[in-house]
């Protein structure tokens, strides 16, 4: 039996559209004017709450529906999953280089550092004994996170050093893998 992801709610696109580098810098600098201005008017509107929610199907894939958007997540067929979709790990790595991206952009046009394009490859080691029960002394989770970042442009490796800084300080995806979050987390009987 074949289970796939719900349909989104809504329609979206599931490309991306091309957007040359004036267009770019204009959304940019248009989004950044006008969180200030509503950040201004009321610190309050900073406050974003993210959801994602899921529900397993198949051996152990999952269906995860984040705002418009629906996915599948499995595991290769050696963790005996049918390798439908990313791993859950390979989503964190897309979702910390994909940050990356909107960051560098976001600073680079607030820092006045521009780049052509971006390339961006984030890798991670992890020992799989801890979750296969075979080894409690190993962390579960990832035991070091690599990003490489590759800018084209006219900018000196100096400038582009500085935006690195720019974008460690503030990626949320890159906080959120380097620093602990508290999490709670509720068990219910269905």
Same mark, same amino acid.
């Given at each position: 039996?074949?289970?796939?992801?719900?349909?989104?709610?809504?329609?979206?696109?599931?490309?991306?559209?091309?957007?040359?580098?004036? !267009?770019?810098?204009?959304? $940019? &600098?248009?989004?950044?004017?006008?969180?200030?201005?509503?950040? +201004?008017?009321?610190?309050?509107?900073?406050?974003?709450?993210?959801?994602?929610?899921?529900?397993?199907? =198949? &051996?152990?894939?999952?269906?995860?529906?984040?705002? /418009?958007? +629906?996915?599948?997540?499995? !595991?290769?067929?050696?963790?005996?999953?049918?390798?439908?979709?990313?791993?859950? @790990?390979?989503?964190? $790595?897309?979702?910390?280089?994909?940050?990356?991206?909107?960051?560098?952009?976001?600073? +680079?046009?607030?820092?006045?550092?521009?780049?052509?394009?971006?390339?961006?490859?984030? !890798?991670?080691? $992890?020992?799989?004994? /801890?979750?296969?029960?075979?080894?409690?002394? @190993?962390?579960? =989770?990832?035991?070091?996170?690599?990003?490489?970042?590759?800018?084209?442009?006219?900018?000196?490796?100096?400038?582009?050093? !500085? $935006? /690195?800084?720019?974008?460690?300080?503030?990626?949320? @995806?890159?906080?959120?893998?380097?620093?602990?979050?508290?999490?709670?987390?509720? @068990?219910?009987? =269905?």
């Amino acid at each position: 039996m074949t289970t796939t992801a719900p349909a989104a709610q809504t329609a979206h696109p599931t490309t991306v559209p091309t957007t040359s580098a004036a !267009e770019r810098a204009e959304r $940019l &600098t248009r989004a950044g004017q006008e969180w200030g201005e509503r950040i +201004a008017a009321d610190r309050t509107s900073a406050h974003l709450t993210s959801r994602a929610t899921a529900a397993g199907v =198949g &051996t152990v894939a999952t269906t995860v529906r984040a705002g /418009r958007h +629906a996915f599948i997540v499995d !595991e290769p067929a050696a963790l005996a999953g049918d390798d439908a979709g990313p791993s859950p @790990v390979d989503y964190v $790595l897309g979702a910390l280089a994909g940050c990356q991206v909107v960051v560098y952009r976001l600073y +680079a046009q607030t820092l006045g550092i521009p780049f052509d394009e971006i390339a961006v490859t984030a !890798e991670a080691d $992890l020992d799989a004994a /801890r979750l296969l029960g075979a080894d409690d002394s @190993v962390r579960p =989770g990832f035991s070091e996170v690599r990003i490489h970042i590759t800018l084209n442009g006219e900018e000196t490796q100096e400038r582009y050093e !500085e $935006l /690195r800084a720019a974008v460690d300080a503030n990626c949320p @995806v890159l906080d959120i893998i380097e620093n602990p979050v508290p999490v709670r987390t509720t @068990v219910t009987r =269905g």
